[in-house]
């Protein structure tokens, strides 16, 4: 029926042979290609610091490396640039993109197993950098090395935004760098100007001042507009509610959603600790005492002036909740602007928002002494190499980290995605300072007055607290807020009850 | 050619020539018994598996209960049973437990009592493939899917379900998952939703089996079509019965899927299960001494309630007949 061969393969090796030679070429096909997919490759053809830049870069030529990193505007923007990154070094990187709660857990399976499946990862401040610092390796060695290119900015805290450096790079130890600043996400006001204009007599009318927000607008101003904007709304007047909170699924939005409000008022900071570089054993905390309770019973009165879905929303879905015009207000994170800014997606483009710094502390309300600040606070997310990996994969890495925070990367990010620099530098290039104004095609730009100028300088900015223990930190101050807000707990116990128990974390 | 045995009786044993080769040795001599060993052999590949992937990372569960575990170079410190004394004084481990009976509790009775009910309208019913076939789609679709969906369905601002919920009354301008008093209800429709078809298709399988002469019997004695599924039917399907509600009591224990893209646990600990808080302090906090200690206890009452489930729901006619009652 068939045409067989004299020397089928069959008819030489026998049947059990055959099928053992099968079995094994499949299982290592199998192993090896999951090997080679999955895992990090290195090959080093060695460079002296006399060397062209070229060969230092393509000193890793035909490696293989993956990173792990947030869904961001960054993280998009470098996947779809790796192509210039593989000319440039002849190294392939694996950009693997994931909510940031889950980036954290697989970073933080990989670090503490020993392994270095993802040598370069996403450094989020506090849920990444606070708990996991002492397994990122060293940068500063990589720094100065000249085998090794550089940027010819260099890396300095005067070439990084005020802070941004410490935010992300240093934990607990000033002369340990783990991060070079790639990505920020920094507290600033979106709100409806149209609204608020369309209503300022009648609130004036009731209030004795103007409905406008601008930089000496206090969180005590905020109360008041939303509940203004609640009650007329309650009258059958079609406008927004006038606030809403982050709250959601993850914890650590909560947190930074109160550190503001309370930081505000008199820079409260939850312990006493150095707020920029943090410690590995707190003191007590501050929480419980006078000036906390206070603030939570206002925290509350404003979650009880804020949008009926207060508790559901997260980050995200509190931009939606303002995107469909549902609020008048939000403190939001200066990277949403570009979706604030689209008008196939948002209620609120066209001109109708306004952005200003964080709300000011209300000098009534500061019972600890201190000043009312704007208190503004960050995500800044860097990018760090895995200190398991050996000492080829860090140099390699690093390779990566110096090409995804060049200040010209960063600024491609701002025209296209809609990213957020962390380099002064990209605010010199051209078209930049133009496009703080509208009309404008850099809608993050619009926030920069208000961010960069204002709200990360001292005294505003906040960047702590960071301890080992920040993600059960935020998970019990998270839960415990929340409790207050459903009037489950007083204020007061809801700060008792923080520090009960994380006085007995650390 | 001739065979040649021992014995003389057997006719296939006779001098006749049955073109088989001669057999010069008694057949226990050609195919000796196989030793205890070739068993042992033949069985170690299995066992080697089955303790790799069930029984290893089950010691070592143990192990680490016990232990505060350290990561990297840092070695382990045993800490005897502090882990799990500080779980009676730890308020999230004990109202996860109150959320987790009360979740299980209310999704087991809801899909017992759906469940049977749908398998009885659809036993025998003119449209039975093609309607088992739609409600068994939700079964189909991984839970962390399901758990996205109805995130988006439950939307505040632009769920379906919301939009619903509201028209119907049942909520104001809160979400199902804004509230700590309907946040848990949210991940129950959920689990309802996905699950419920599991007990249908079993105990639809059950009602298959029931014999038609029984169901006749009791008919010609002038029982109804109610008489007939409680008398007849219902202790025919106990079995059944029994297996779905084990399968779902244990899945139940170790839900989190959904859980985790619908709610994360809030709003304020509201939906913050047992298995959820372990998911918490094990990979979010990497407390995995803590960890070990909440999922061994977690293994444990599993195990005890599964025991108790299992007593309490036996088919009555087999308990009847293991304790000897003549009437059976």
């Known amino acids: 029926m068939f045409y067989v061969p004299k020397n089928a393969i069959y008819k030489t090796v026998s049947r059990r042979k055959f099928l053992e030679l099968g079995g094994g070429s499949i299982a290592s096909l199998g192993v090896g290609s999951l090997v080679v ?470 | 050619m001739t065979v040649t045995t021992s014995s003389e009786t057997h006719p296939a044993l006779s001098d006749q020539d049955w073109g088989f080769s001669t057999i010069d040795r008694p057949p226990s001599a050609i195919n000796p018994p196989p030793s205890r060993m070739f068993y042992v052999y033949l069985a170690a590949p299995a066992i080697a598996l089955l303790a790799v992937i069930t029984i290893y990372p089950f010691l070592w569960l143990i192990y680490m209960s016990f232990h505060k575990v350290g990561f990297g170079s840092s070695s382990d410190i045993f800490v005897g049973f502090e882990n799990f004394s500080r779980l009676f004084t730890d308020t999230k481990y004990i109202e996860g437990w109150g959320l987790l009976l009360k979740y299980s509790a209310i999704c087991l009775s809801i899909q017992v009592v759906v469940g049977v009910a749908l398998a009885v309208v659809l036993n025998n019913s003119r449209y039975e493939k093609i309607l088992v076939t739609l409600f068994l789609m939700p079964m189909m679709v991984s839970p962390i899917v399901a758990g996205l969906l109805f995130f988006y369905l439950y939307n505040g601002t632009f769920g379906w379900y919301h939009w619903i919920f509201q028209s119907l009354g049942f909520l104001g301008e809160t979400s199902i998952l804004g509230s700590t008093k309907t946040a848990l209800y949210g991940i129950i429709i959920v689990d309802v939703w996905q699950w419920t078809p599991l007990i249908t298709l079993i105990t639809l399988a059950g009602l298959k089996r029931v014999p038609q002469d029984q169901l006749e019997a009791n008919m010609v004695d002038g029982a109804g079509s109610i008489s007939n599924f409680f008398n007849v039917s219902l202790p025919n399907i106990y079995p059944f019965l029994l297996i779905a509600i084990l399968l779902r009591f244990m899945d139940n224990f170790r839900f989190i899927d959904a859980i985790l893209a619908l709610t994360g646990g809030g709003p304020a600990n509201s939906t913050r299960l047992l298995p959820v808080y372990l998911f918490d302090v094990s990979f979010q906090f990497f407390k995995l001494g803590r960890g070990g200690a909440i999922a061994l206890t977690l293994l444990i009452v599993t195990i005890i309630l599964g025991l108790i489930l299992v007593r309490v729901l036996e088919d009555p006619t087999r308990k009847k007949a293991l304790s000897g009652d003549p009437d059976n």
């Open chain 1, 37 to 506: 997919g999955l895992s990090t490759v290195i090959s080093r053809r060695p460079v002296q610091a006399a060397s062209s830049e070229d060969a230092k870069w393509k000193q890793y030529e035909g490696s293989k490396l993956v990173f792990m990193s947030e869904n961001t505007p960054p993280s998009f923007a470098i996947r779809e640039k790796i192509e210039d990154f593989y000319k440039l070094t002849g190294i392939e990187v694996e950009v693997i993109t994931d909510g940031l709660p889950a980036v954290q857990q697989k970073i933080g399976i990989d670090f503490q197993s020993g392994n270095a499946d993802f040598p370069i990862s996403y450094v989020q401040d506090k849920p990444i950098g606070a708990p996991f610092a002492d397994y990122y390796a060293d940068l500063t060695p990589m720094l100065g090395d000249e085998t090794l290119p550089q940027d010819p900015e260099g890396y300095g805290d005067g070439v990084w935004f005020e802070n941004f450096l410490d935010a992300c790079g240093r934990f607990y130890d000033r002369d340990r760098l783990i991060a070079l600043p790639y990505d920020a996400a920094v507290a600033c006001t979106f709100y409806r100007q149209d609204i608020y204009e369309a209503n300022t007599k009648d609130f004036e009318a009731e209030y004795g001042y103007r409905m406008e927000f601008n930089e000496e607008s206090t969180w005590k101003n905020v109360y008041e507009f939303a509940e203004f904007l609640k009650r007329k709304r309650a009258g059958g007047a079609d406008v927004p509610y006038g606030y809403a909170q982050h709250q959601g699924s993850f914890a650590w939005t909560t947190q930074l959603d109160v550190q503001r409000m309370f930081f505000a008022h008199g820079r409260w900071l939850d312990w006493e600790i150095d707020d920029k570089l943090g410690t590995r054993t707190p003191p007590p905390s501050n929480w419980g005492d006078e000036q906390s309770v206070l603030l939570m019973q206002k925290y509350k009165d404003q979650a009880d002036v804020s949008h009926p879905d207060n508790l559901a929303n997260g980050t995200l879905e509190l931009n939606t909740v303002y995107q469909s015009g549902d609020i008048a207000m939000q403190v939001q994170y200066h990277e949403f602007a570009a979706s604030i800014e689209d008008e196939t997606t948002s209620k609120a483009a066209g001109g109708r928002t306004a952005y200003a710094p964080c709300p000011k502390g209300e000098a009534s309300w500061i019972v600890n002494g201190g000043p009312a600040v704007n208190g503004t606070n960050c995500g800044i997310g860097g990018v760090g190499i895995n200190g398991n990996a050996s000492e080829d994969v860090q140099r390699a890495a690093y390779l990566f980290c110096v090409y995804a925070t060049t200040g010209n990367l960063q600024y491609e990010v701002l025209t296209g995605l809609g990213g957020t620099p962390t380099r002064k530098s990209v605010m010199d290039m051209p078209g930049v300072a133009e496009a703080r104004q509208r009309p404008t095609s850099m809608p993050n730009a619009l926030t920069f007055d208000a961010v960069y100028d204002v709200g990360i300088k001292d005294p505003n900015f906040v960047l702590g607290p960071k301890v080992p223990e920040a993600n059960e930190y935020h998970s019990i101050l998270a839960a415990e807020t929340q409790r207050c807000l459903s009037d489950q707990v007083t204020p007061e116990e809801a700060c008792n009850n923080i520090k009960s128990q994380i006085d007995s974390l650390h």
